[in-house]
Antibody, heavy 120, light 107 residues
Framework: QLQLQASGPGLVKPSETLSLTCTVSGGSISSSSYYWGWIRQPPGKGLQWIGD???????YFNPSLKSRVTISVDSSKNQFSLILSSVTAADTAVYYC????????????WGQGTLVTVSS | DIQMTQSPSSLSASVGDRVTITCRASQSISSYLNWYQQKPGKAPKLLIYATSSLQSGVPSRFSGSGSGTDFTLTISSLQPEDFATFYCQQSYTTPYTFGQGTKLEIK
């Protein structure tokens, strides 16, 4: 059974950099059939797609965040990562990692999510 | 960006009721519409993709329909475990966008 597990600091100071890693188990991140993505949800609010990456490194980003976002993949560790720079309180959210098949644009497997709070 | 608008934002219903949730896109998205269910403190779960295809393991009481800009999610007979928040998502083009959610509560 595929599992995704997001991890990283739960507290980040304003203007600093948020860094999260998603570890994939029960499947290979190098599969040609999937992208690996990040989606966030501010407390009590809706979902926002951040971006996703293919094992080759090809990535897609939400233009509203693109200037601050880096997504990378480490096939040797079966992990992919999110870096979000210059964070503000508006970046406080539960961050989910998820799998997206190359066809369809849906997200079929999700990690449990990790809450990141931006506060001094 | 394509805006997705769900209605209603919240809904009270009873076990056994038939419930319909609507999702409208700001432009045509063909059939590239997916539905998720989210329970408190949990990640969203894919229910329906490509408007009407049921994800593996999802009960047949869930169904979806529509095309273009107007879509619906129907639960034919509500069960206690169905009470949750539901989100639609367009996958026609990036940035992928979600509706604001519909919270389904027990009456």
């Amino acid at each position: 059974q595929l599992q995704l597990q997001a991890s990283g600091p739960g507290l980040v100071k304003p203007s600093e950099t948020l860094s999260l890693t998603c570890t994939v188990s029960g499947g290979s991140i190098s599969s040609s059939s999937y992208y690996w993505g990040w989606i966030r949800q501010p407390p009590g609010k809706g979902l926002q797609w951040i971006g996703d990456i293919y094992y080759s490194g090809r990535a897609y980003f939400n233009p509203s965040l693109k200037s601050r976002v880096t997504i990378s993949v480490d096939s040797s560790k079966n992990q992919f990562s999110l870096i979000l720079s210059s964070v503000t309180a508006a970046d406080t959210a539960v961050y989910y990692c998820a799998r997206r098949p190359t066809v369809g644009g849906l997200f079929d497997y999700w990690g449990q999510g990790t809450l990141v709070t931006v506060s001094s | 960006d394509i805006q997705m608008t769900q209605s209603p934002s919240s809904l009270s219903a009873s076990v056994g009721d038939r419930v319909t949730i609507t999702c409208r896109a700001s432009q045509s998205i063909s059939s590239y519409l997916n539905w998720y269910q989210q329970k408190p403190g949990k990640a969203p779960k894919l229910l329906i993709y490509a408007t009407s295809s049921l994800q593996s393991g999802v009960p047949s009481r869930f169904s979806g329909s529509g095309s273009g800009t107007d879509f619906t999610l129907t639960i034919s007979s509500l069960q206690p475990e169905d009470f949750a928040t539901f989100y639609c998502q367009q996958s026609y083009t990036t940035p992928y966008t979600f509706g604001q959610g519909t919270k389904l509560e027990i009456k």
